[in-house]
């Protein structure tokens, strides 16, 4: 009998395929997209040093909707703030997470849901707290811990504005409303040496939005809510600065930020600072400026 041999091959062939190979997945490239928004990233020693700025001060107040004293110490950094124009800084940060869960979850009628992971993780990087509503003063540990209640804000904010800053910083934002885009500029000017590391963060604040809160034992439909937090254009821990921070040094850093169509232009700030993030994580200067001038 005569076999077909090349019939044979291939069947054989065939069916070595069949069982040998297993079936590989479509390839699914998993890394994320990242868009880089920095438009310009300089460093210079200046020739001559600027005269240092005055110091102004930083109060982060971390609070929530069902939060019933929260209000109460949004007054107080407000206060302070306009005892002192120009020269303090308040962000009001709702963090998310289940540590606060109860106290920041928005209400079924509110309009808006303010808590921002960002939040949460500077909340978790400042330390130890008790409860809400707590807040930092420059981010100094003037105590045990950094977060301390705002019965004591004042008094420490007034010990931050006299003392030296050793970098100066300028802050310019200039908004395209067709675009819906803001270019922002930082400028720093080291006045002294310093040796630990530094670092910048960048935020964006939303203010007179009316929505729910509670107030005391009384949940208030028409309260404004303002310097809230919206989202950090740097991470939340802040944006290294890598030159040497000699006297004279200038780091110009400048970012153009597409802003979220939820939000009204007009009623944003740009808040910028300059910190530490080692031994200590001091606020050295900070500036806010308005997005729409």
Known sequence: MKRNTPLLILAILAVGLITGCKEMPPFIDMTPEVVDTTLTDTTYVASTTQASQQKNVLIEDFTGVRCP???????????????????????????????????VTPLDESKYDFRRDA???????LGLFNGLPIGAVDRIKFEQ?????????????????????????????????????????????????????????I?????HMIDWQKDDQVYVEDYEHNHVLREMITISAGKKL?????????????????????YVAENLDIVAFVH???????????QQKAVVQ
């Open 119 to 125: 939040a949460a993780d500077i909340l978790s990087l």
């Open 276 to 286: 530490q993030k080692g031994s200590g994580l001091d606020v050295l200067q900070v």
């Open 203 to 207: 935020g964006i604040l939303e203010s």
């Open 69 to 103: 004293n929260c209000p109460a110490a949004q007054v107080v950094a407000s206060t302070i703030a306009d005892e002192n124009p120009g020269r303090v800084v308040v962000v009001s940060l709702h963090p998310s997470g289940s540590g606060v869960g109860a106290l």
């Open 145 to 201: 811990n950094i977060l301390i209640t705002d019965a004591k804000w004042k008094g420490y904010t007034q010990q931050r504005l006299q003392v030296e800053t050793p970098v100066n910083l300028i802050l310019e934002t200039e908004y395209d409303a067709a675009l819906n885009e803001v270019v922002i500029t930082t400028e720093l000017h080291y006045t002294q040496d310093v040796s630990e590391e530094n670092y910048i963060s």
């Open 242 to 262: 890598t030159p040497q921070l000699e006297k004279g040094r200038v780091i110009i850093k400048q970012y153009r930020v597409k802003l979220n169509p939820e």
